[in-house]
């Protein structure tokens, strides 16, 4: 199996930044497309950014131009560089990863979710 650990959210003032980051481990032989999703009270959740194992990236428009979505392939690890922050921003951030597991019968694939990471814009 794979687990994805999620870090850097808080609470921020708005115009701050906050860097998010999601470390994947486990059974992993590669990972395509990594994503950043987010879920605000009451609201469905939202897909963020997403990158592909060979860096190409996607932003939903309400972020484009404010953040930045990054990866570490060597460490299986995605990043999520939020600047310019609004109070809209505001909801839990959950890192996806889509991934080629190794397993006793070969290669798998599978959808994997982290818990979840608070990010709070307010002043």
């Known amino acids: 199996q794979v687990q994805l650990v999620e870090s850097g959210g808080g609470l921020v ?8 980051s999601c470390a994947a481990s486990g059974s992993i032989f590669s990972i395509n ?33 404010r953040f930045t979505i990054s990866r570490d392939n060597a460490k299986n690890t995605v990043y999520l560089q939020m ?4 109070p809209e921003d505001t909801a839990v951030y959950y890192c996806n990863a889509d ?13 994997f979710w982290g818990q979840g990471t608070q990010v709070t814009v307010s002043s």
């Open 13 to 20: 003032q708005p115009g701050g930044s906050l860097r998010l």
């Open 33 to 65: 497309t990594m994503a950043w999703y987010r879920q605000a009270p009451g609201k469905e959740r939202e897909l963020v950014a997403t990158i592909t194992s060979g860096g190409s990236t996607n932003y939903a428009d309400s972020v484009k131009g």
């Open 83 to 86: 600047n310019s922050l609004k």
């Open 99 to 111: 991934v080629l597991l190794t397993t006793s019968y070969g290669h798998r694939r599978a959808d």
